[in-house]
């Protein structure tokens, strides 16, 4: 009889645990119901991977999800279709809802800006008239920057001074970025040996860092004379030199002194 007892007590338990587990899947169920009610959703579409700049939107890359419609962004793509083919504009990240403006059907012309790399500035150096329209500089090829500049020291007690050219080697391997349209200019005098003042040509744009392109700067508004010296594409060194003076022409070369000149009688 206990046996019987304990049977039918299990029994018991057994239809009651059943009962307690209908009763909540049925709550449960209805609190679905009565969230999706209340909730409205609609689909949008989502990236499932990191899509580059310009990169072209695949079926693979993109996902429809339901999403609360009180938060869905304007102008969100609703289907596929509406962005396979096109072409991002910006990156697009993975799980970002697409929005119309995120895709077009033709990449963006790349500007020049989208060339420099970072950290890293393009200037304007004018062609020197010496070799404006005669040597055919390429966008890649290597200079080296060469000027001379008049320079002015004091002497004696500090009441004179002195001055005289000076001639150095400035920015070294420096990269022709891209070269310019060509400068149209207004015809100027010719000098005594009748060739035309200035020069007219191509400036070169050039890539430099930011400190360089200050220095750059200071180059060409120092009224110095500026010529290019082309470097081997093999050669990155950065050269020591020393600068070049009269007195060091007339040391290295032996040159002499003329004494004064007498008028003959």
Same mark, same amino acid.
């Given at each position: 009889?206990?046996r019987r007892g304990a049977l039918?007590?299990?029994?018991?338990?057994?239809?009651?645990?059943?009962?307690?587990?209908?009763?909540?899947?049925?709550?449960?169920?209805?609190?679905?119901?009565?969230?999706?009610?209340?909730?409205?959703?609609?689909?949008? @579409?989502?990236?499932? +991977?990191?899509? $580059?700049?310009?990169?072209?939107?695949? /079926?693979?890359?993109? &996902? !429809?999800?339901?999403? *609360?419609?009180?938060?869905?962004?304007v102008g969100a793509v609703s289907?596929?279709?509406?962005?396979?083919?096109?072409?991002?504009?910006?990156?697009?990240?993975?799980?970002?809802?697409?929005?119309?403006?995120? @895709?077009?059907?033709? +990449?963006?012309? $790349?500007?020049?800006?989208?060339?420099? /790399?970072?950290?890293? &500035? !393009?200037?304007?150096? *004018?062609?020197?008239?010496?070799?404006?329209?005669?040597?055919?500089f390429r966008p890649g090829d290597?200079?080296?920057?060469?000027?001379?500049?008049?320079?002015?020291?004091?002497?004696?007690?500090?009441?004179?001074?002195?001055?005289?050219?000076?001639?150095?080697?400035?920015?070294?391997?420096?990269?022709?970025?891209?070269?310019?349209?060509?400068?149209?200019?207004?015809?100027?005098?010719?000098?005594?040996?009748?060739?035309?003042?200035?020069?007219?040509?191509?400036?070169?744009?050039?890539?430099?860092?930011?400190?360089?392109?200050?220095?750059?700067?200071?180059?060409?508004?120092?009224?110095?004379?500026?010529?290019?010296?082309?470097?081997?594409?093999?050669?990155?060194?950065?050269?020591?030199?020393?600068?070049?003076?009269?007195?060091?022409?007339?040391?290295?070369?032996?040159?002499?002194?003329?004494?004064?000149?007498?008028?003959?009688?």
């Open positions: 009889m206990k039918a007590l299990m029994a018991l338990g057994i239809l009651l645990a059943g009962g307690a587990s209908v009763i909540v899947l049925g709550i449960a169920r209805q609190a679905g119901e009565v969230n999706r009610a209340v909730v409205p959703q609609v689909y949008v @579409v989502m990236a499932t +991977r990191e899509i $580059p700049d310009q990169g072209i939107v695949t /079926p693979d890359a993109l &996902v !429809v999800r339901p999403f *609360p419609a009180e938060f869905a962004p289907q596929p279709e509406q962005a396979v083919g096109k072409f991002a504009v910006g990156t697009i990240y993975k799980d970002q809802i697409l929005l119309n403006g995120h @895709v077009s059907t033709g +990449r963006r012309a $790349p500007t020049m800006s989208d060339r420099v /790399p970072p950290g890293r &500035v !393009v200037v304007w150096l *004018p062609m020197p008239a010496l070799i404006a329209g005669q040597i055919g290597r200079l080296d920057i060469l000027l001379s500049l008049t320079l002015t020291r004091p002497v004696g007690d500090q009441t004179g001074t002195a001055q005289g050219l000076s001639t150095q080697v400035t920015l070294q391997n420096v990269e022709i970025f891209a070269i310019g349209e060509q400068i149209q200019t207004e015809a100027q005098p010719a000098d005594k040996n009748n060739q035309p003042k200035g020069p007219s040509g191509q400036p070169l744009a050039l890539l430099l860092d930011h400190q360089d392109a200050i220095i750059l700067k200071y180059i060409k508004d120092s009224g110095g004379v500026i010529d290019l010296a082309l470097r081997s594409s093999d050669e990155e060194r950065i050269v020591r030199t020393d600068a070049v003076t009269v007195d060091s022409i007339a040391e290295r070369f032996r040159f002499r002194v003329p004494t004064e000149v007498r008028n003959e009688q």
